[in-house]
């Protein structure tokens, strides 16, 4: 076929295509759905698939998304991390006498929140100790809108050190001294030890100073200041603020939120995007080869060949694809790899295809054009790549794209009942945590609601791709 001839068949099958409204949504979703696919790098992060089995240390555990605020009358506090750049150095290596060295920084927190931050990390502090056995010191005081002073924490500080204010003991103990003074005295005679271990840290700091503080804390709005302040005993030691990070550990975050190993869900769905096209479209582009080729091989030698050929395709399709890939994946352990998921599938899925293949094949061979190209002495590879072929190609397009969807919910399937591969990230593995977690009793709408509707959006998108493709390239399905 000449180059004009198949430029001018690409220009009617357009023009028959735009007609499609159908189709061109479609179309237009999965443009989206690949330029998400190949922009995941840069739209999240590059290393993604290989920290995704990791916990995402620095984010909060089960919180969601921060659109979630427009929708709620109790508005959470969203994630934040606070650079060097964001704080102000207020000394840096101040010489008080005796070998002594003092530095210090503040930072502020403006609370606009009814749910304060889960907890307050500072890590990253640069500090190089020349004498191992006399640590640092390192005291944080918080100074609240109200005027009041709270000093959260004085203790050691060492290479390397790391403080989680929410879950320090001597920060619960130092605020729950704090706020008794607030307190009903019988409220706290009668809770006793059990008020202090119970009492969220977080919410008593950022809560009004009034009696209840512990028992029901009422937000307090306004600007926070925190001060860090950090003494030096030996002469020689060194401390660097430049690498200094302050985590206000959010109870929102990102687009999409964060599941039990706060890793971003967001980040999920968008690197799932590039799994679920490329195992289905490898999936449907396979089958269907295969399907049509073993079909109108079947139907042009006809006669016992194809009789055989039959018999041995309806024995394959007999076979329960599902049951039998979960029967594989559970005797791989769950370490089934994609491809190899891909393979299995391939495998199974090419019978119906060349069920309808041969039909169609049967009815092409029996046209004038083949009759003539036999009696001309035409080979069977080339009767059937050039004049059976092409006559099916239309139905192989539309067939691969209706063939789409089916290998998605597939290996999403295998994946959520814990049988894919565990180190993709894909929609099935993210709702397989999901259920594991109990997350839908929980109420963790975030981790199930969006894979589940990303799945249904590949889907859709190749179903109306695939109905439009069978409209237009079958003459019978043209409407007037």
């Known amino acids: 076929m000449r180059w004009v001839d198949v430029k001018a068949s690409l220009k009617d099958f357009w023009f028959e295509f735009r007609r499609q409204k159908g189709g061109l949504f479609g179309l237009a979703l999965l443009f989206l759905l690949i330029f998400t696919a190949l922009a995941?790098?840069?739209?999240?992060?590059?290393?993604?698939?290989?920290?995704?089995?990791?916990?995402?240390?620095?984010?909060?555990?089960?919180?969601?998304?921060?659109?979630?605020?427009?929708?709620?009358?109790?508005?959470?506090?969203?994630?934040?991390?606070?650079?060097?750049?964001?704080?102000?150095?207020?000394?840096?290596?101040?010489?008080?006498?005796?070998?002594?060295?003092?530095y210090s920084f503040e930072f502020t927190y403006e609370n606009n929140y009814d749910v304060p931050p889960s907890d307050i990390i500072i890590r990253n502090i640069g500090v190089k100790l020349a004498d191992l056995t006399t640590p640092a010191q390192i005291v944080v005081t918080m100074i609240r809108p109200d005027g009041n002073k709270i000093e959260l924490l004085n203790t050691e500080l060492r290479e390397g050190s790391i403080y989680q204010l929410a879950k320090d003991g001597k920060v619960k103990a130092a605020v729950f001294q704090w706020a008794s003074q607030f307190e009903n005295p019988e409220t706290i005679a009668e809770g006793g030890e059990t008020l202090k271990n119970t009492?969220?840290?977080?919410?008593?700091?950022?809560?009004?100073?009034?009696?209840?503080?512990?028992?029901?804390?009422?937000?307090?709005?306004?600007?926070?200041?925190?001060?860090?302040?950090?003494?030096?005993?030996?002469?020689?030691?060194?401390?660097?603020?430049?690498?200094?990070?302050?985590?206000?550990?959010?109870?929102?975050?990102?687009?999409?939120?964060?599941?039990?190993?706060?890793?971003?869900?967001?980040?999920?769905?968008?690197?799932?995007?590039?799994?679920?096209?490329?195992?289905?479209?490898?999936?449907?582009?396979?089958?269907?080869?295969?399907?049509?080729?073993?079909?109108?091989?079947?139907?042009?030698?006809?006669g016992w060949k194809d009789e055989f050929m039959q018999?041995?395709?309806?024995?394959?399709?007999?076979?329960?694809?599902?049951?039998?890939?979960?029967?594989?994946g559970a005797a791989f352990k769950g370490h089934v790899s994609l491809w190899t998921i891909v393979f299995l599938m391939v495998a199974f899925y090419w019978t119906g295809i060349a069920k309808v293949a041969r039909s169609m094949a049967l009815q092409i061979k029996e046209q004038t054009y083949v009759e003539a190209a036999i009696a001309l002495g035409a080979g069977t590879g080339r009767i059937i790549f050039k004049h059976i072929m092409p006559q099916i190609m239309p139905?192989?397009?539309?067939?691969?794209?209706?063939?789409?969807?089916?290998?998605?919910?597939?290996?999403?399937?295998?994946?959520?009942?814990?049988?894919?591969?565990?180190?993709?990230?894909?929609?099935?593995?993210?709702?397989?945590?999901?259920?594991?977690?109990?997350?839908?009793?929980?109420?963790?709408?975030?981790?199930?609601?969006?894979?589940?509707?990303?799945?249904?959006?590949?889907?859709?998108?190749?179903?109306?791709?695939?109905?439009?493709?069978?409209?237009?390239?079958?003459?019978?399905?043209?409407?007037?």
């Open 395 to 480: 139905y192989a397009f539309a067939a691969m794209a209706l063939n789409v969807p089916g290998a998605v919910l597939t290996e999403a399937s295998l994946s959520f009942l814990g049988l894919g591969d565990p180190t993709a990230v894909t929609w099935g593995q993210i709702l397989y945590d999901a259920q594991t977690q109990s997350a839908t009793i929980n109420g963790y709408w975030w981790w199930v609601i969006p894979p589940g509707l990303a799945i249904t959006l590949v889907a859709f998108t190749f179903v109306l791709i695939g109905i439009s493709l069978d409209r237009v390239l079958n003459p019978r399905l043209k409407r007037l």
């Open 199 to 302: 009492m969220d840290t977080m919410k008593v700091i950022f809560a009004k100073a009034q009696e209840g503080i512990l028992t029901n804390p009422e937000a307090l709005k306004g600007t926070y200041t925190f001060q860090v302040e950090i003494f030096t005993f030996t002469e020689g030691d060194q401390v660097d603020l430049s690498t200094t990070q302050i985590i206000l550990s959010g109870r929102t975050y990102g687009l999409m939120g964060t599941d039990y190993k706060a890793r971003d869900l967001w980040a999920g769905l968008v690197w799932g995007t590039r799994v679920s096209l490329t195992v289905g479209v490898t999936v449907a582009v396979l089958t269907v080869l295969i399907g049509i080729f073993y079909g109108v091989t079947s139907a042009y030698l006809g």
């Open 40 to 102: 995941a790098p840069y739209i999240t992060e590059p290393d993604i698939p290989k920290k995704w089995t990791q916990y995402w240390e620095g984010n909060p555990v089960t919180v969601p998304p921060v659109w979630y605020n427009y929708f709620t009358t109790k508005k959470l506090a969203p994630h934040e991390v606070l650079t060097a750049n964001d704080l102000r150095i207020t000394a840096d290596g101040q010489d008080i006498g005796g070998g002594m060295k003092y």
């Open 311 to 328: 018999r041995v395709n309806e024995f394959w399709a007999s076979i329960p694809t599902l049951p039998i890939l979960i029967l594989l």
